[in-house]
């Protein structure tokens, strides 16, 4: 049997692995293939494809990309696979999303001073790469190595956890937009990982706009979970994805590879995003 994981981060978002790495790591655990989804930037999907060529390393590189979008106060991550990556629209839109993720952490490097929390913002942006996606787990690594606090649960659960109050929202970018960006360059729309969303209700709308999948196996979902939203896919009709949302060294849990999703689900998504 072959297999894939769907939901892989290199370091042009928030993983602690190049691009080479996440490669080298996919074929440690006899993956078929690896999907590239960095929040908001598919910079990394080029790099991983050379260093597998370059290396003879037989991995399908699977074009992705992780849409972060808002609604009524929820944060809902929106995968996308198979899209036409290259085009320059979708790319400038991400750019311009991603430059507005840099004022978001001023803002947020602004709030942690009042709580005591003074981190130089050149220590969590040498942490991204430039043009990448910098964001929250950026942060998180430069409060722990700044040793004012202890653990990446502190971090988030009392200072910039969504709603926490060194929290600065994304630009509003509405999950409808999201959905029709993706659909837009031909790609296949999924909703990442639903149980952190905790949102079931929004699910029949998202499919009637044009979800095609949800991710129904992810690090985050025991098997109950999982169970959960393998009967919601199929109430509405979506493809079962999953993936482990590996981001390398920066959560131990989601080890590249943890989950493993049988390769006719690519052959699924391959299918459908060819036909527009
Ligand atoms: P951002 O894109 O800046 O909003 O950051 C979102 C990223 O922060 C997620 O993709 C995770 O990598 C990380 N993150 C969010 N909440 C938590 C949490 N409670 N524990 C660990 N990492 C988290
Ligand atoms: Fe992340
Ligand atoms: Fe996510
Ligand atoms: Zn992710």
């Known amino acids: 049997m072959k297999f894939a ?19 080298a790591a996919a074929r440690d655990k006899g993956l078929a293939a ?23 390393i037989d991995i399908e590189i699977i074009p992705g990309v992780e849409l972060t ?36 952490m001023y803002e947020m490097l602004r709030l942690l001073k009042a709580h005591n929390i003074d981190i130089d913002p050149r220590d969590v942006f040498k942490l991204a790469r430039d043009k990448g996606s910098v964001g929250r787990l950026h942060l998180a690594r430069a409060m ?67 979800l095609r999948g949800i991710e129904v196996y992810h690090s985050d979902h025991n098997a109950s979970i999982s169970r959960r939203y393998e009967k919601i896919a199929k109430e509405h009709g979506l493809i079962a994805t999953g993936g482990s949302d590996c981001h390398g060294l920066g959560k131990e849990n989601a080890q590249l590879g943890r989950v493993k999703i049988p390769y006719s689900v690519v052959e699924e998504l391959k299918k459908i995003s060819k036909a527009r």
Request: hydrophobic share 35%; glycine share 6%.
């Open 69 to 104: 979008a808002e609604k009524d106060d929820a944060e809902i991550h929106m995968l996308g696979y198979f899209m036409d990556w290259t085009d320059e629209r979708f790319q400038e839109t991400l750019l311009s999303i991603r430059n507005s993720r840099l004022e978001r």
């Open 5 to 23: 994981d769907l939901h892989v981060h290199t370091n042009y978002s928030d993983s602690t692995f190049t691009p080479e790495e996440v490669v």
């Open 144 to 210: 722990l190595n700044s040793r004012k606090v202890n653990t990446l649960e502190e971090v988030f659960n009392k200072y910039i956890g969504f709603g926490k109050p060194c929290y600065v929202p994304h630009t509003h970018f509405d999950p409808k937009k999201a959905i029709e960006l993706i659909l837009g360059v031909g790609g296949a729309p999924v909703l990442a990982h639903p149980y952190t969303l905790d949102r079931d209700d929004l699910i029949k709308d998202f499919a009637a706009e044009g």
């Open 34 to 56: 690896v999907a590239i989804c960095d929040h908001d930037c598919v910079d990394g999907i080029q790099p991983c494809r050379e260093f597998a060529s370059r290396s003879n």
